[in-house]
């Protein structure tokens, strides 16, 4: 891919020839030269999909807690890393990432039913949901963790 615009110069650092990429990755996050991140949401939401899996293959057995501590342990923070930087503005890429928390909120629930699938009235509404799930969890939206770590930041700006 092609960038428009792009200034080509040929850098170097100790004799060595530095070549020209369209994305790297530093202290975690995976930037191009557009600042669009939508790169790194597909990163991260790979990695954290994977370690989601990693945990639901080796926690099946395990109490509802303990698939709730390795989400809330090793999955949730790879979706919240540095969200102030790369908070995602397009519903895909909004979607992507709460995608994995839906399924995750089905594996420490243990419910891989879906809502239209239920046949008595009153099961429709509590199983299936993954949003009811994440209600029963005490979980908020990563939506909603990301509109307020902005929120924090902006108030330690102003006030610190």
């Known amino acids: 891919m092609k960038w428009k615009n792009l200034i080509e110069a040929e850098y170097t650092i100790h004799g060595q020839l530095l070549k020209t990429v369209l994305s790297a990755e530093d202290l975690g996050l995976t930037i191009d030269p557009k600042m669009n991140y939508n790169e ?30 390795t989400y809330t342990l090793f999955v949730r923070p790879q979706l919240k890393y540095a969200s102030r930087v790369w908070c995602p503005h397009t519903a895909h ?45 005490g979980w908020s939206t990563l939506e909603e963790c990301r509109t307020q770590a902005r929120a924090i930041m902006m108030y330690r700006v102003v006030y610190d």
């Open 40 to 69: 790194h949401i597909s990163n991260i939401s790979k990695k954290a999909n994977s370690s989601r899996s990693f945990n639901h293959r080796n926690t099946r057995s395990c109490p509802q807690k303990v698939k709730l501590a």
């Open 93 to 137: 890429s909004i979607n992507r990432l709460e995608s994995v928390q839906c399924h995750a909120a089905r594996s420490v629930m243990n419910d891989w039913s879906r809502p239209h699938s239920q046949t008595t009235p009153s099961s429709r509404t509590t199983r299936g949901s993954p949003a009811i799930m994440m209600q029963q969890l």
